[in-house]
């Protein structure tokens, strides 16, 4: 069966980086689009980043521009979000999402905390 998940998160300090990383397993389609949203408390999902399988990219956000950055393993179905000079404002848990043809598929999350 399709499955997601996410790893990576952590607790960093302001201005630490980390790199997220999630691997979609259980499909063989070729056509497929991936990206990280993420939720902090009292607000709404919001994305972050998305790829597709051909390596074309959202427009990141302007609340993380310069400081995220998405790539992928075309070969193992897997993306990445590095996150460098992380504030506070970044503490949030981040979903990785595969999109399919047929429908959605959403991991369990990884939470990211900023804090000194």
């Known amino acids: 069966q399709v499955q997601v998940v996410e790893s990576g998160g952590g607790l960093v300090q302001p201005g630490g980086s980390l790199r997220l990383s999630c691997a979609a397993t259980?499909?063989?389609?070729?056509?497929?689009?991936m990206g990280w949203h993420r939720q902090s408390p009292g607000k709404e999902r919001e994305l972050v980043a998305a790829?597709?399988?051909?390596?074309?990219?959202?427009d990141y956000p302007d609340s993380v521009k310069g400081r995220f950055s998405i790539s992928r393993d075309r070969i193992k179905s897997t993306i990445y979000l590095q996150m460098n000079n992380l504030k506070p404002e970044d503490t949030a848990v981040y979903y990785c999402?595969?999109?399919?043809?047929?429908?959605?598929?959403w991991g369990q999350g990884t939470q990211v905390t900023v804090s000194s």
């Open positions: 999402q595969l999109r399919l043809l047929s429908r959605d598929y």
């Open positions: 790829i597709t399988n051909t390596g074309i990219t959202t």
């Open positions: 259980g499909f063989t389609f070729a056509s497929y689009a």
